[in-house]
């Protein structure tokens, strides 16, 4: 179990900070690995791009799969034995722990991203699987020429509402905001699509059915009625920070939970380096250019800790 390599540098996370960070390691002649289950995280949700520079349009998996390519090309391969543990030892050096094997570094870059939020709304989690879905990219198709909803006030909720289109007949936004904090582009793209139906300022209180969705219950009276008959509900109501990993070996966060880092990427547990999604980074602007960003600035730390002292 394990061996005795000590490398300058592990990244946990195969998303576009992560995998941004191991370009930038390569360049830097830095021995290193990076760990992932699933390369690209979240990005393999997204149906379509259209700020990423040089691109008018790419789906996040194609996106993600030049992130790849561009690793490998340096002769790195993404690791997808899943994390267990993390041990800072005296010497001030890590060992990462997997199923099957322990992994030693002089310094560490966090990169996990994040996962779906959950509404917490009655019957929610009853019907996860059964017509409640967190990935529309995932779950669009099960919902060919039916009824659903998408339960959200941001970008992401926009985005699925337009993505549902080439597969629903029918799409309620329901947002608890009577305005949505949404780009002007994605609000105009749903506002001349015949599709989509946006109820504002009004919340789903509950999702009912008997051995799947039938219906949402809302908290206003809607067109009369204070329900909606729907097969599909779609959460998309933000993001939570998998950051277990960190905390174990005392890495600070903010309230919300959120890797707290300085403007090189540093938290406050020496050799520990964070980007992406888990961080206070950026504004917490939270873009695929913004966790590029901030995990090459996190490789670059590592590399002047580790090469220029």
Not at 5 to 24: E, R, V
Not at 192 to 200: C, G, P, Q, R, Y
Not at 273 to 291: H, M
Request: one cysteine or more; glycine letters at 10%; hydrophobic letters at 40%.
């Amino acid at each position: 179990m394990g061996n005795n390599k000590l490398y300058d540098l592990i990244i946990i996370g195969a998303g576009p900070a992560g995998l941004s960070a191991s370009i930038y390691a390569s360049r830097y002649k830095l021995d290193h690995l990076i760990f992932g289950v699933e390369q690209g995280g979240q990005m393999n949700e997204i149906y379509d791009i259209e700020n990423w520079p040089g691109s008018t349009k790419i789906s996040g998996a194609d996106l993600i799969q030049k992130f790849v390519e561009h690793v490998e090309n340096f002769g790195v391969k993404i690791n997808r034995e899943s994390i267990a543990g993390i041990a800072k030892k005296e010497d001030g050096t890590f060992e990462i722990k997997s199923a099957k094997n322990i992994y030693k570094t002089r310094a560490l870059i966090l990169a996990m991203g994040a996962k779906a939020r959950k509404a917490n709304i009655p019957g929610e989690k009853e019907f996860t699987g059964r017509g409640v879905s967190y990935c529309a990219t995932c779950d669009a198709m099960f919902f060919r020429e039916k009824t659903v909803c998408v339960v959200g006030s941001g970008n992401s909720a926009a985005v699925v509402a337009l993505e549902l289109t080439d597969f629903a007949k029918k799409i309620y936004l329901i947002t608890k905001e009577e305005k949505m904090s949404v780009e002007p582009a994605w609000l105009e793209k749903i506002s001349v699509n015949s599709k989509i139906e946006l109820i504002k300022g009004t919340g789903v209180i509950e999702i009912k059915g008997e051995n799947k969705v039938e219906k949402v219950v809302l908290d206003k009276v809607y067109k009369d009625k204070n329900n909606l008959e729907v097969d599909g509900v779609f959460i998309e109501v933000g993001t939570e920070p998998g950051v277990e990993l960190a905390q174990k070996i005392g890495v600070a966060t903010d309230e919300q939970n959120y890797i707290r880092v300085k403007e090189d990427m540093s938290t406050n547990v020496s050799g520990v380096f964070a980007s992406g999604d888990i961080t206070t980074g950026s504004s917490k602007f939270r873009q695929v250019l913004t966790a590029c960003a901030e995990g090459s600035i996190a490789a670059n730390s590592a590399y002047k800790m580790l090469k220029l002292k």
